[in-house]
């Protein structure tokens, strides 16, 4: 494809034509094997550095690059694991379902009080609540950082489980017959903490799911989650037509 000449006679910025002009050439599947340094972008368009920084920020920020301090740029890859937006789903069979090996590593596992999250599930600010924080990792890279509170009196069984390798829901209808049937979940795109950003091990500009996620059993509630998914390794998915409108995929 050959390289088009941008418009120094245009209102729009130089940057923003730059983004535009690589865009289109990402989708063309001209940078599949490589994509240019800022140095070849600088000659290849007779433009500053500074406007080259400015065209990849904006890429990075979008999700169409990656790119680390002292590293050249790469196209980002698809994301790989895909969950349908309305269906009460398990991250660990979402994980399986992407021929992905799924194993979590634990951070903590205990019976703890917390008055604001017992409020949630509709309990006294005393009652006791099992707590189960993981790093969930799918092939060898870190996917999400999951934090879960469920009523100890259900699922005080689950603090002899190890997560290691298994599903929540699963262990959770296993060892104490309780099993989820519905829920209300609220996604919001937001930037990682720095801590955050370590456990996941993503780039400064790469954007998160934060999921919260309050389910019930039988008309209760059981289990408050909050979830911190990587955007760039996870999408969500629906579907819609003209006849039908938009239907949520279960």
Known sequence: MSVRALDRTSPEPLWRQLRQELRTRLEAGEFAQRFPGELALVDEYGVSRHTVRQALRQL???????????????????????????????????????????????RTLDTRGDALIAERLSLEA???????????????????????????????????????????????????????????????????????????????GTAAFSVNRLSQADGKPVEWRHTLVRGDRFALTADFSAETGYRLRA
Do not use: K
Request: contains cysteine; hydrophobic residues 45%; negative net charge.
């Open 126 to 204: 005393s009652t006791p609540l099992v707590y189960l924080e993981r790093l969930r990792l799918a092939g060898e890279e870190p996917l999400a950082l999951d934090r879960v509170w469920l009523p100890a009196g259900v699922a005080a069984p689950l603090l002899e489980t190890d997560f290691t390798h298994t599903s929540l829901y699963g262990e959770l209808a296993a060892r104490t017959g309780v099993r989820l049937d519905r829920g209300h979940e609220e996604i919001h795109a937001v930037l990682p903490t720095e801590a955050e950003r370590a456990l996941l091990r993503c780039s400064p």
């Open 60 to 106: 990075r920020e979008e999700g169409v690059i990656m790119a680390t301090r002292g590293r050249q740029p790469r196209v980002a890859p698809a994301a790989e694991i895909h969950q349908p937006l309305g269906a009460l789903y398990s991250l660990f069979a979402s994980v399986e379902a992407a021929g992905l090996t799924q194993r979590s590593i634990v």
